[in-house]
């Protein structure tokens, strides 16, 4: 049936139980069975074979198994969270990295019409500039020309 001797347990008390007991991946003497038996077993029950022994050693094992199927089921499942965690590490810092590039190509193109807002602002004080300085400069021309009309018109009255 594929079952190795690692994986047997065997009990026993007397002499005529040796073989099983030397095969068995785990051979548990009972408290009353031989000394000979006691010396090869890999374990000495608490219990002799009147005081259910074999049931109580089963029990010990069945407890041992449940805390090994249990650590090893807790173990399975903070293995699994941990890598569910690093998936989604690697989802964030992908969807950041992905992000950041977003948000520089936004950057670029907001920088791109600051640029363009900015010349077309200066373009603008230019012309208004330039307006005043030939509103300025039209101004004075007419002053001055007011000036000498004033001035003639003043001394052909000689005032």
Do not use: H, P
């Amino acid at each position: 049936i594929g079952i190795t001797s690692e994986n047997i347990v065997a009990f026993g008390d007397g002499e005529n139980d040796r073989e099983m007991i030397e095969f068995a991946g785990l051979g548990i003497a009972m408290k009353n069975g031989d000394a000979s038996l006691k010396q090869i077993a890999d374990k000495v029950s608490s219990k002799t074979n009147n005081e259910d022994g074999v049931a109580v050693e089963i029990e010990k094992l069945m407890e041992k198994y449940d805390e090994e199927l249990l650590r090893d089921n807790f173990l399975r499942t903070k293995i699994s969270q941990v890598k569910a965690l690093e998936m989604k590490q690697t989802q964030m810092d992908k969807s950041k990295a992905e992000l950041k590039k977003i948000l520089t190509a936004a950057l670029d193109f907001v920088s791109y019409f600051v640029v363009i807002g900015s010349v077309i602002w200066w373009f603008k004080v230019v012309q208004v500039y330039s307006s005043v300085v030939k509103y300025i400069s039209s101004a004075s021309k007419k002053a001055s020309l007011g000036s000498i009309i004033g001035l003639n018109f003043c001394n052909s009255f000689k005032l």
